[in-house]
């Protein structure tokens, strides 16, 4: 089912050239120094013949919320899914959009010094400028009052949100928002689906925030839920109102 992405149309990249690239359920939006949806589009049926490849055979593989275990001749793409969801404890599948915006983003470094691509609220950013990267909540206390601030020095970077509040991906928790950085953007996105599913209330926050420091390679965490925001880590959050 498509659901509009209403938060794209505040994206602003004076500098770089906004396109989109979609196919099946891979829908991004990329800011690069030029048109480049060509060498996209074929970085995303690339990878996603070799993910669609691979569930035929293995359709646990898709459907699993627990870590999954591979076999030694498994196709690099999916250990790399595999092993950053069994960093956080869950499903691959809870890994595939931030590996996928990061392998599409990867593709365009040949051609573009700077990339930003956004595959459903999980975002891999390689700048050479201070960028805004404005964090979507529901959350009428913050709707449209957060951004992390992005340094040159910290990217390529990937930055995944998951949430029990909206959005097509699976939570069983309440948080308005989870945000995590990682080098990985796939680590990111599984972690973020993790900590998410440990906020059902204001209370678990804090304790979620610090299950979370203690994944390998996530480098910052930011947790909404109600009234109350929760951070560590290399967060450098700018609020106030848009």
């Known amino acids: 089912m498509y659901v509009e992405k209403t938060y794209r149309r505040s994206v602003k990249t004076n500098d770089l050239i906004n396109f989109s690239v979609a196919e099946k359920e891979t829908d991004l939006l990329i800011s690069a120094e030029k048109d480049?949806?060509?060498?996209?589009?074929?970085?995303?049926?690339?990878?996603?013949?070799?993910?669609?490849?691979?569930?035929?055979?293995?359709?646990?593989?898709?459907?699993?919320?627990?870590?999954?275990?591979?076999?030694?001749?498994?196709?690099?793409?999916?250990?790399?899914?595999?092993?950053?969801?069994?960093l956080a404890g869950v499903g691959p599948m809870a890994a595939v959009a931030?590996?996928?915006?990061?392998?599409?983003?990867?593709?365009?470094f040949p051609f573009s010094s700077q990339v930003l691509v956004e595959n459903g609220g999980d975002i891999f950013i390689k700048t050479e400028k201070k960028r805004k990267v404005g964090i979507y909540t529901e959350n009428k206390d913050f709707s449209d009052k957060l951004a992390l601030e992005i340094s040159p020095g910290d990217s390529p970077l990937g930055i995944c949100t998951s949430s029990g509040k909206f959005g097509?991906?699976?939570?069983?928790?309440?948080?308005?928002?989870?945000?995590?950085?990682?080098?990985?953007?796939?680590?990111?996105?599984?972690?973020?689906?993790?900590?998410?599913?440990?906020?059902?209330?204001?209370?678990?926050?804090?304790?979620?925030?610090?299950?979370?420091?203690?994944?390998?390679?996530?480098?910052?965490?930011?947790?909404?839920?109600k009234k109350k925001i929760a951070a560590w880590g290399k967060i450098n959050l700018l609020i106030g109102d848009k």
């Open 36 to 86: 480049l949806r060509k060498v996209a589009r074929r970085a995303v049926l690339e990878n996603r013949r070799v993910l669609e490849d691979y569930i035929k055979n293995k359709p646990y593989f898709y459907s699993s919320l627990k870590p999954y275990r591979l076999e030694p001749q498994a196709p690099p793409l999916i250990k790399e899914m595999s092993a950053a969801a069994n």
């Open 168 to 225: 097509h991906s699976l939570s069983f928790g309440n948080a308005d928002a989870v945000v995590v950085i990682s080098r990985q953007a796939a680590l990111a996105d599984a972690a973020a689906t993790a900590i998410a599913n440990r906020v059902k209330t204001v209370e678990d926050a804090s304790l979620a925030l610090n299950w979370g420091k203690t994944i390998p390679g996530i480098i910052g965490v930011l947790i909404i839920i």
């Open 98 to 108: 931030g590996l996928l915006a990061q392998k599409v983003g990867e593709a365009l």
